[in-house]
């Protein structure tokens, strides 16, 4: 079984600033970290490679210093790491992104199963997961708390929906997009590290990928989406009021009921 994880670096969101002529994330602006919920579709495809032998890549997109992630998912049991990383693919939306994504995906060659978190904490969209299968033709599964069963024909998975937990059997190939329930990540040794720290990640660039994919559709100039402005609400102190004496009940009565919370 080859299992591929996506992976992706992501700015310390209580910190980071914005270029105001672009909109995009000024990334030297705070520390990066992985993204939390890409922990656990890490942890996934750990206990799958201790339980089936399964082989592990990791795939991310970023700036240069995203190698540091993929090592991070190398650390916890990856067999191989990829960075697709060029001033072509920046700027990119979910759209280019996953086409990106996808098209290194292509590249790497035969697969099983593809694990995500189900949304990054600086995008907080969910849409690259299940862009990717739908342009790689796969079914996916968003919204996975739970994998009950895999085997090496199938994978049996809880999701969760609107209406309610719902399981799902599925053959391969598939895309499972992970939520924080789905396990407990693991902390890796002080030996996985060092030893990731010594790995090689293998960089592409746009041109790499020239022979499975449209370069004009990477970044900016695929983009269907743009950042017109970036505002950020201030933050809206609570009012503080104390009510003292004889009438203090009254008054506080007076006060929820001017609100309106005493109506209906």
């Given at each position: 079984?080859?299992?591929?994880?996506?992976?992706?670096?992501?700015?310390?969101?209580?910190?980071?600033?914005?270029?105001?002529?672009?909109?995009?994330?000024?990334?030297?602006?705070?520390?990066?970290?992985?993204?939390?919920?890409?922990?656990?579709?890490?942890?996934?495809?750990?206990?799958?490679?201790?339980?089936?032998?399964?082989?592990?890549?990791?795939?991310?997109?970023?700036?240069?210093?995203?190698?540091?992630?993929?090592?991070?998912?190398?650390?916890?049991?990856?067999?191989?790491?990829?960075?697709?990383?060029?001033?072509?693919?920046?700027?990119?939306?979910?759209?280019?992104?996953?086409?990106?994504?996808?098209?290194a995906i292509k590249k790497i060659g035969a697969f099983d199963l593809l694990l995500c978190g189900e949304k990054t904490v600086d995008g907080d969209t969910g849409q690259v997961g299940p862009a990717v299968a739908?342009?790689?033709?796969?079914?996916?599964?968003?919204?996975?708390?739970?994998?009950?069963?895999?085997?090496?024909?199938?994978?049996?998975?809880?999701?969760?929906?609107?209406?309610?937990?719902?399981?799902?059997?599925?053959?391969?190939?598939?895309?499972?997009?992970?939520?924080?329930?789905?396990?407990?990540?693991?902390?890796?040794?002080?030996?996985?590290?060092?030893?990731?720290?010594?790995?090689?990640?293998?960089?592409?660039?746009?041109?790499?990928?020239?022979?499975?994919?449209?370069?004009?559709?990477?970044?900016?100039?695929?983009?269907?989406?743009?950042?017109?402005?970036?505002?950020?609400?201030?933050?809206?102190?609570?009012?503080?009021?104390?009510?003292?004496?004889?009438?203090?009940?009254?008054?506080?009565?007076?006060?929820?009921?001017?609100?309106?919370?005493?109506?209906?």
């Amino acid at each position: 079984m080859h299992i591929i994880v996506l992976v992706k670096q992501v700015p310390d969101i209580e910190k980071v600033q914005f270029k105001k002529d672009t909109g995009w994330v000024d990334r030297s602006s705070a520390d990066s970290e992985i993204n939390p919920f890409d922990l656990n579709a890490l942890e996934a495809a750990q206990r799958m490679k201790e339980t089936l032998g399964a082989t592990v890549t990791v795939l991310s997109m970023g700036p240069a210093t995203a190698e540091a992630v993929v090592k991070e998912g190398v650390a916890r049991d990856a067999d191989r790491g990829i960075l697709l990383t060029d001033d072509k693919f920046a700027g990119a939306d979910t759209l280019a992104t996953s086409y990106a994504l996808a098209a290194a995906i292509k590249k790497i060659g035969a697969f099983d199963l593809l694990l995500c978190g189900e949304k990054t904490v600086d995008g907080d969209t969910g849409q690259v997961g299940p862009a990717v299968a739908e342009r790689l033709g796969i079914p996916h599964l968003s919204f996975v708390s739970q994998i009950s069963d895999c085997s090496e024909d199938k994978i049996t998975a809880v999701t969760e929906t609107a209406s309610g937990s719902v399981i799902v059997e599925s053959g391969f190939p598939v895309l499972i997009s992970g939520t924080k329930e789905l396990n407990v990540p693991r902390l890796p040794t002080l030996k996985d590290k060092l030893r990731a720290r010594k790995s090689e990640v293998e960089k592409w660039s746009a041109s790499d990928l020239s022979d499975v994919a449209d370069i004009s559709k990477f970044g900016v100039e695929g983009s269907a989406t743009w950042v017109e402005s970036i505002s950020v609400p201030p933050e809206k102190k609570r009012k503080g009021e104390v009510l003292k004496g004889e009438d203090a009940a009254a008054s506080l009565v007076a006060a929820i009921d001017k609100d309106g919370l005493l109506k209906g």
